[in-house]
């Protein structure tokens, strides 16, 4: 399905397959490039489009086929402990002033009063871990981890203190004051009608909320809003990485604590091949199969005859004095490759000279002394490239990339007629 957009200077197209619900992004199909395009499933699964744009004579075609043909645009590789759901940018308002919006949590203290600490996730008493029992109460782990064995303490109000929170043995009879339950509001309230738990500065209280209060988007006082985090494996702390493989964008998902996870990983192939390259080396009569050296030369050289559907020659290119070098040492590439003399001959009769292309024969260049006797013959064609792996970029590096052709030199006049029968 295709819908268009026809404005002017700016003309867009958005498509959408049969088995998909949601279109796709206006794209541009007045500019020659190649791209994949995205449009999500019902249950916003992304299905990718590759799209080319040609231009044939005035023309635009677009051309729409299978993305996995390709390789994908983009990659996720989630190397933690916890699941990852992902989506593509939303506009929403801003937040709280304030940057810690989630650093603190409530926590036990030695006599069991609950009070507003800071998030501490390397703490190995587990004063901050909460969980709601089948019975509607809300225990503190640390605690109920030192406890002797047969007691058990919940979260209780202090109702002749100043409606403080306590922890306390649970107690039958205290029902209105050990049960809770998060609201839809994101409120944390026992049985007790009109009273919710309220932060005051490092304190935690029960209170009825305050009608002078600065509001959520709900409506509800800030100081009674709540957020259950749930306990997931791992440090807490995940880094996200960018980078490109191939034409491939990776985004890499890491533990904090866990790094060598994703090194090991990245590096595995690399570590696999100089470890099979030092077994073959160090068994009897076996050599490192990691570095090659390959030379090619062809003194003579090679001809290539261009003809047209007539079957008649039209060009015909010799390249004389070939040499090709190809050196690997460890994970860096070398390949110097050079032609000493280039010619293209015209078999038209109607020109005025059937050279197309040639080379200056004895062109020669000084040394770096500059003296006579330095001099040396310059090839038509040299070309030198040195490919060494990036340590975070899962393609090859071209370092120096020359070509020489200074030799060359094209006639002035060229009048070539082409005839068809």
């Not at 759901?85 to 030695?110: H, N, S, W």
């Not at 069991?112 to 089948?134: C, I, Y």
């Not at 009273?195 to 209170?207: H, I, S």
Request: with cysteine.
């Amino acid at each position: 399905l295709v819908w268009n957009e026809n404005f002017g200077d700016n003309r867009m197209l958005c498509v959408k397959r049969d088995d998909v619900k949601y279109w796709s992004c206006p794209f541009r199909i007045d500019l020659i490039s190649s791209f994949h395009v995205t449009m999500r499933d019902a249950d916003e699964t992304p299905r990718f489009l590759r799209v080319e744009v040609i231009l044939n004579s005035a023309i635009f075609y677009i051309t729409f086929t299978d993305a996995r043909y390709y390789p994908p645009p983009i990659q996720l590789e989630n190397l933690s402990d916890v699941p990852v759901l992902y989506q593509q940018k939303i506009d929403r308002k801003p937040g709280y002033g304030f940057t810690d919006e989630f650093e603190l949590a409530l926590e036990v203290m030695q006599k069991g009063k609950v009070m507003l600490n800071k998030l501490n996730l390397s703490d190995s008493s587990r004063n901050q871990l909460w969980r709601f029992a089948s019975d509607g109460c809300l225990e503190n782990i640390g605690m109920n981890n030192r406890a002797r064995p047969g007691e058990r303490y919940v979260l209780d109000v202090l109702d002749s203190g100043g409606f403080v929170l306590m922890m306390l043995k649970r107690n039958t009879a205290r029902e209105r004051f050990q049960k809770w339950y998060f609201t839809a509001e994101r409120q944390l309230r026992c049985k007790i009608e009109g009273m919710f738990v309220e932060a005051r500065k490092t304190e935690v209280v029960l209170a009825a909320p305050n009608k002078n209060s600065p509001r959520s988007r709900n409506g509800v006082p800030v100081e009674q809003v709540w957020e259950l985090q749930s306990q997931r494996p791992g440090s807490g702390i995940l880094d996200v990485e960018c980078l490109y493989r191939g034409p491939t964008l990776v985004v890499r998902i890491t533990d904090r604590a866990k790094p060598y996870r994703a090194v090991q990983r990245f590096h595995q192939a690399p570590e696999l091949l100089l470890a099979c390259a030092a077994a073959a080396a160090d068994g009897p009569g076996c050599s490192r199969v990691c570095d090659f050296e390959v030379n090619v030369s062809m003194r003579n050289g090679i001809g290539l005859s261009f003809i047209n559907g007539l079957h008649e020659e039209l060009i015909y290119a010799r390249f004389q004095g070939i040499v090709l070098h190809v050196n690997r040492q460890g994970r860096t590439h070398q390949i110097t490759g050079s032609v000493e003399v280039i010619q293209a001959d015209n078999q038209l009769l109607a020109t005025d000279r059937w050279q197309v292309l040639f080379c200056q024969q004895g062109a020669v260049s000084s040394g770096e002394s500059g003296h006579s006797d330095t001099q040396v013959v310059v090839p038509a064609l040299k070309l030198e490239m040195n490919c060494t792996p990036m340590e975070h970029y899962d393609a090859f590096d071209v370092r120096c990339f020359c070509c020489l052709g200074q030799c060359y030199s094209l006639p002035p006049v060229q009048r070539r007629t082409f005839t068809e029968h």
